[in-house]
């Protein structure tokens, strides 16, 4: 991996690390269940209070996950499974609950 040094007019100095993608194959332990699983885990640990009760099920618009919220969880499927969710994907039927996200990623992965 290699680091970009940009400068800026007011002499500032900014780095930028290109991310790559590589061939990404559909691992053999990987289940719908088990991304539902690392997605509930994300969402507990970094959206939600501790005391919010919150499982795979949990309607997210009903446990305060917010659309900013949404974007982090999209954003963090992109890292984890290396898996972009298209704009005509992102639609309400999909992101309902984690079980259907990990549905619509797992399908995504498997076409891929």
């Known amino acids: 991996m290699f680091m970009i040094l940009f400068f800026s007019l007011d002499k500032s100095i900014y780095f930028f690390f290109p991310y790559f993608r590589s061939n990404y194959s559909l ?7 088990s991304i539902s699983e690392t997605l509930v885990e994300f969402v507990r640990a970094n959206i939600l209070e501790p005391d919010v009760p919150f499982t795979a099920e949990s309607i997210l618009s ?17 890292r984890q499974y290396g898996v972009v969710i298209p704009d005509e994907q992102l639609i309400p039927a999909n ?5 259907s996200i990990a549905a619509c990623v797992f399908q995504l ?4």
């Open 27 to 33: 691992p053999m332990n990987i289940s719908k269940q």
């Open 62 to 78: 009903k446990t305060g996950v917010d659309s900013y919220s949404v974007i982090e969880i999209v954003l963090f499927i992109e």
């Open 95 to 99: 992101l309902n609950n984690i079980n």
């Open 109 to 112: 992965m498997k076409t891929k």
